[in-house]
């Protein structure tokens, strides 16, 4: 419907449109959350850091795949579909259950 009508005039913006949760998303084709994950890798030392992304839909595929072996990829959604990340968590539970095991080996 609105996807249909909107689509052409997004791309020709240079943008793309997502269905998420909760609403219709409007992305720039050449800014994504993969770009700034490459920044900040480029930009800091990491070599010692622990590094965990973590992302619930679609756009946070560009990060994951960014990240590559430099960090945990952890894809937090009840829903399950291919994705880059290399674990799934439901949240909350889960979710508060990673961040305070991840906390307590970071503190380490």
């Known amino acids: 419907a609105i996807e249909t009508r909107w689509n052409p005039e997004i791309k020709s913006l240079g943008m ?4 998420f949760d909760g609403g219709i998303e ?3 084709l050449s800014v994504n959350k ?3 994950v ?4 480029a930009e800091n ?3 010692n850091a622990a590094i965990a992304y973590l992302g619930d839909d679609l756009t946070d ?3 994951f795949e960014a990240l590559g072996d430099c960090g945990l990829k952890v894809y937090v959604n009840h829903n399950i579909r ?3 990340a290399d674990i799934r968590i439901t949240p909350p539970e889960e979710l508060y259950e990673f961040l305070d095991r991840w ?3 970071v503190q380490k």
């Open 82 to 84: 291919k994705t880059y």
């Open 103 to 105: 906390l307590e080996s």
């Open 61 to 63: 595929e560009d990060a």
């Open 38 to 41: 490459k920044k900040i890798l």
């Open 34 to 36: 993969g770009n700034a």
């Open 16 to 19: 793309e449109m997502h269905n």
């Open 45 to 47: 030392d990491v070599s």
């Open 26 to 28: 409007f992305k720039l």
